[in-house]
Nanobody
Framework: QVQLVERGGGLVQPGGSLRLSCVAS???????KAWYRQAPGKQRELVAA???????NYTDSAKGRFTISRDNAKNTVYLQLNSLKPEDTAVYYC?????????WGQGTQVTVSS
């Protein structure tokens, strides 16, 4: 059973930064990785994704502020969050997918508030 464990969430003031990490219990080098988030009362949405080859993709809300990266040697994917806004408040989930195989982490809370 593959496990994904997110870390790095917390409370930060507007304009601040956080770095989320997601460690996989198994080597998932050929899996595509992504970060999603879900705010209270809203559907889960994609934030950023990185293919197994390193190609990145961001939603409009993340472009220019967030950076996704991966370290296959450490079985880890990161999400650097900069210039955070109150509307970024959500539970952030790590996702690994390859074809019909998909795995999710338990989520980490990010709260942006003064």
């Amino acid at each position: 059973q593959v496990q994904l464990v997110e870390r790095g969430g917390g409370l930060v003031q507007p304009g601040g930064s956080l770095r989320l990490s997601c460690v996989a219990s198994s080597r998932l080098s050929f899996y595509h990785k992504a970060w999603y988030r879900q705010a209270p009362g809203k559907q889960r949405e994609l934030v950023a994704a990185v293919t197994w080859g390193g190609t990145t993709n961001y939603t409009d809300s993340a472009k220019g502020r967030f950076t996704i990266s991966r370290d296959n040697a450490k079985n880890t994917v990161y999400l650097q969050l900069n210039s955070l806004k109150p509307e970024d408040t959500a539970v952030y989930y790590c996702n690994a997918n390859l074809g019909s195989s998909e795995h999710w982490g338990q989520g980490t809370q990010v709260t942006v508030s003064s």
